[in-house]
């Protein structure tokens, strides 16, 4: 076992490639900041150089700057307008983002549910340029409070981990590519992290948050098993209210005929986007698309896809019925999260960022067993290249950080029972 941040256990000249990536001593403290600032910097000049080569608000490429943000605050507008059934028709909702942006730019399309309406309707009330700045900037506040909450305790015991928590979780390359989609990545990680930090003692606060994650429901297969397994009643309640509660509002603020318009452009959405991959497979990270991106039928991509949730169920179901590793159970649960739904794009890996953290929280204590560290530091770099590689070459870089955070996550699962199981019986 060995912590990666002690710099006195930087590797002697004899060890060899294969050792040095079992104990992770390749990753002292200075070493992670060091590249972490290096992205940091990178990302401030490429984000300048692309504002400063934009025409207003249209880049060099004849996008919006924020790229899906366009989809949310074009629907915002035509709900303000009092045609908010008309985001889920796709020539009205693109029409609008013309009149917005200019008749030239490619089609964003909205694939939420009513609720994230609630969202996009405020933001809709100001400029395009202010209403990104301002989503943006509160859903990365959200995503950093989670990460740094996360490792309070490690933060509290050791000054490297202070130094270095922040460069580390700003520069995770999944924050980048959300930030340059102005998408919704933040607010997911954010709102499940809080939600699993907030269950041991505040199960209806953890419900409520948990509830809030109904505009994501694609992501929503594993939390009611993790939490009934548990027999998280009160999370249950609070969660099931909190959604009968946004579905009201919603209804109250739009009308009725936004829900039977949601409901028929589901099949449409799926065929496109996920079965024909307009989206690019490319850029989603699921199994479904690898299946899809080598050529194999859709009844095959589903088949596989069905495979890969039944494990991340059968996981969760068990870790959280048999373990006492809150930390652990976290970890799982958002990385199972990622490998039980067909439909997650390279964005939605912000969630990874609070996974590792409660990872690091869980092994703080003990120590990393062998390859934890490379693990962690791949799975961290990986959404920078899993797009690129993937289009190049059809290797799905993405999925293979999930499938092996999750195979780490449950390693450390069975060992944890094992040995309490040991000290029971002894």
């Known amino acids: 076992m060995t912590h990666f941040w002690q710099a006195s256990l930087e590797p002697s000249p004899t060890s060899s490639a294969w050792q040095i990536l079992r104990s992770g001593r390749w990753l002292t403290a200075d070493r992670a900041r060091a590249y972490s600032l290096i ?91 202010a209403a990104l700045i301002v989503w943006q900037g509160a859903s990365f506040a959200l995503y950093l409070s989670v990460v740094a909450t996360i490792l309070a305790k490690p933060r509290r015991e050791n000054g490297a981990i202070t130094k270095l928590w922040l460069p580390v979780a700003a520069a995770f390359p999944a924050a980048f590519i959300n930030l340059g989609h102005g998408q919704n990545g933040f607010l ?19 419900g409520i948050l948990f509830g ?18 548990a027999g998280q009643w009160r999370a249950i ?9 946004l579905m009201a509002i919603t209804t109250l603020a739009f009308g009725t005929d ?54 991340a169920i059968g996981g969760v179901a068990w870790a959280w019925r048999t373990s006492d590793n809150r930390d652990i159970k976290a970890a799982l649960l958002m990385i199972a999260t990622l490998l039980a739904s067909p439909h997650a794009l390279d964005y939605d890996l912000t969630i990874l960022g609070p996974a590792i953290a409660f990872l690091v929280a869980a092994n703080w204590p003990n120590g990393f067993r062998s390859f934890d ?54």
């Open 237 to 245: 309640t609070a969660a099931t209210l909190t959604v009968v509660v």
């Open 39 to 129: 992205l940091l910097v990178f990302y401030a000049i490429a984000t300048i150089g692309w504002i400063a080569l934009s025409n207003g608000m249209i880049d060099r490429n004849g996008k919006p700057i924020g790229t899906d943000f366009a989809s949310f605050y074009a629907a915002g507008s035509l709900a303000l307008d009092g045609h908010a059934a008309a985001i889920y028709d796709m020539a009205a909702h693109y029409a609008r983002e013309r009149q917005i942006f200019g008749a030239t730019i490619p089609y964003y399309g909205w694939l939420y549910p009513p609720i994230f309406l609630l969202v996009a309707v405020p933001l809709a009330l100001l400029p395009y340029s």
């Open 373 to 426: 560290i490379s693990l962690l530091a791949a799975a961290w770099i990986t959404p920078l290249f899993a797009r690129g590689i993937a289009g190049l070459t059809g290797i799905p870089l993405g999925l293979i950080a999930i499938v092996a955070l999750y195979a780490l996550t449950m390693r450390h699962a069975i060992s944890d029972r094992a040995a309490a199981t040991g000290i029971a019986q002894a």
């Open 212 to 229: 809030l994650l109904a505009y994501k429901p694609q992501f929503g297969l594993l939390i009611p098993i993790a939490l009934l397994v």
């Open 258 to 311: 936004i829900w039977w318009a949601f409901a028929a452009s589901t099949g449409t959405a799926r065929k496109l986007l996920l079965e024909q991959g307009d989206v690019g497979f490319e850029k989603l990270q699921s199994a479904f698309a690898a299946i899809r991106m080598w050529g194999g039928s859709v009844p095959l991509a589903y088949w596989v896809q069905g495979a890969a949730s039944f494990a």
């Open 188 to 206: 997911t990680a954010g709102l499940l992290g809080a939600a699993l930090l907030s269950l041991p003692q505040r199960p209806l606060l953890s």
